[in-house]
């Protein structure tokens, strides 16, 4: 056999392998895909809750078959998914086995309010479900990635498109009206005392910025319930307490431009270096660059703080998705300049009221973020709204009371230990009129966790995450 003939094989055949090599990791390349998923929502609206069972149903939906509107699943191409390395070397990763293992632990509980910043990426291997894919690649792996952080902070990203006066001014006449009038009036008095102009000290700045942060914490309240509170740092520092880049607050401003080094230029100094160092390094690094988005809204909470904390709410919500990219994606602006291309609104916890209010909260959510919802459809983006519930906490029970058919909620009310029978009221289908909030109509509760049933398959109780999973994540599993 001639050496050469040998040598030409040998380079053929190492040619062909090499070509199937490069062929591999592109089909590879081509059928791994990412999603970067923004959970969206104020403070207590349910995100670590919501994290936490995607994934847990993620990781578990298939053997408890509690997923049937998931197509992978339902279709029976999903092979298993399976929490990755942390991918962000700087940043914690989200505790999910704490999580979960408190929610399914022996007493149930729900995870505290977050107070850092914190990622996951999960790996969901399938088989890819058209002819074409399928000829690429036998499987193929979807990386979810996502970032949990407190809601609080949220309320910052409005601020990079405002000025000191700006933002000042809003707030001032934010403080116009009650409840705020009433929460602002010591901060409001202290601030009528000092002169803006005068040198500034560091004294001055620390008590008009304290007092400033104490009636953002009483708007907060459980009272209260208001919700468009700035700057989100004041409420929660993280590693930023007592640092003076949170040492200012919103002034009024005067005609004549504020002398150099007055109490009104270092406020404005101190507010601009937070947008500068905190806010926009947080939008850069964690709210620029997303594929899908749900937002999470606690109508309930909503609707017992009354008309006040309903309008808060809806105008936090209306600042917040102002500072999202919205539009159609391709292969290309996913890769330089990502975009929103679908858009999930849900309202939470809808296992606080019983089964046949579900419709009502899907109609009220509606009315609430109509404007968003027209902006995004407007820009090509698909929008769903959903009523679902992450963890379900309570039971539907249909019985008779004074001759009418009423749906009770049955449960163990938050902090206490004894089951209740409850009626928790109806859900209204349009945002509801003045006198119905008079009639103190609303008065919905929080729920502990139940132990999971053997009928569950062991795993956490849910209402329609799987239409939530579908929706988000379904065509790129196709
Ligand atoms: N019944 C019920 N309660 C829920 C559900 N999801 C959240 N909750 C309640 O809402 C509270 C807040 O939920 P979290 O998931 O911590 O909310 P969050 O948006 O992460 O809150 P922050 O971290 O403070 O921004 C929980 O402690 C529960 O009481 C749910 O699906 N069902
Ligand atoms: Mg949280």
């Known amino acids: 056999m001639s050496p050469f003939k040998n040598v030409a094989n040998l380079s053929v055949s190492g040619l062909l392998s090499e070509s199937k090599k490069a062929v591999d990791n592109i089909t590879h390349l081509a059928m791994d895909r990412r999603i970067r998923l923004a959970v969206t929502g104020l403070s207590q609206s349910g995100k670590t809750a919501f994290i936490t069972s995607l994934i847990h149903q993620l990781l578990h939906g298939l053997s408890a078959g509690n997923l049937p509107f998931f197509s992978v699943v339902a279709e029976n191409r999903f092979l298993g998914s399976k929490t990755m390395l942390q991918p962000n070397m700087e940043i914690p990763a989200f505790q999910y086995d704490k999580f979960i293992s408190s929610l399914t632990g022996e007493k149930p509980e729900f995870p505290r309010a977050t107070d850092g910043l914190s990622e996951i990426r999960l790996a969901i291997r399938f088989q890819p479900g058209s002819f074409i894919s399928r000829q690429l690649s036998k499987t193929a792996t979807l990386y979810l990635d996502i970032v949990d952080y407190p809601g609080e902070w949220l309320l910052d990203l409005p601020l990079l498109n405002m000025t000191f006066k700006e933002w000042s001014e809003q707030l001032l006449n934010f403080c116009s009206e009650e409840p705020r009038t009433a929460l602002a009036a010591e901060w409001l008095k202290y601030l009528q005392n000092i002169d803006s102009s005068r040198v500034a000290d560091e004294e001055t700045m620390r008590q008009a910025s304290q007092l400033f942060t104490k009636f953002l914490h009483d708007c907060r309240t459980k009272k209260t319930g208001l919700s468009y ?157 959903l009523a679902i519930s992450s963890v379900v906490c309570t039971q539907t029970v249909v019985r008779e009371h004074h001759g009418r058919r009423l749906s009770f909620v049955k449960g163990v009310p938050k902090g206490q230990s004894e089951e209740v029978l409850l009626f928790p009221g109806e859900i209204p289908e349009t945002v509801p009129s003045l006198t119905d909030w008079e009639e103190n109509r609303f008065n919905f509760l929080d729920f502990q966790p139940q132990l999971a049933t053997s009928g569950s398959g062991g795993s956490v109780p849910h209402l329609r995450m799987d239409q939530a999973i579908e929706f988000l994540l379904g065509d790129k599993l196709s």
């Open 229 to 385: 509170l700035q700057p989100g740092r004041f409420l929660i520092p993280g590693d930023l307490k007592d640092a003076p880049i949170l040492t200012f607050c919103p002034l009024a401003s005067s005609s004549n431009s504020p002398p150099k080094g007055s109490v009104y230029e270092v406020m404005e100094q101190r507010f601009e270096s937070y947008k500068e160092r905190v806010v926009k390094k947080f939008y850069r690094d964690h709210f620029s660059k997303f594929d899908r988005q749900i937002v999470l809204v606690d109508l309930q909470k909503a609707l017992n703080h009354g008309p006040g904390s309903f309008g808060d709410m809806q105008s936090a919500l209306q600042g917040i998705l102002n500072s999202f990219t919205y539009g159609n994606s391709n292969l290309l602006t996913r890769l330089f300049q990502p975009k929103i291309d679908k858009l999930l609104f849900v309202a939470t916890k809808a296992d606080h009221v019983a089964a046949n209010q579900h419709p009502n909260l899907e109609r009220l959510l509606n009315r609430m973020v109509v404007r968003p919802v027209n902006d995004a459809v407007f820009q090509g983006v698909e929008v769903k709204t």
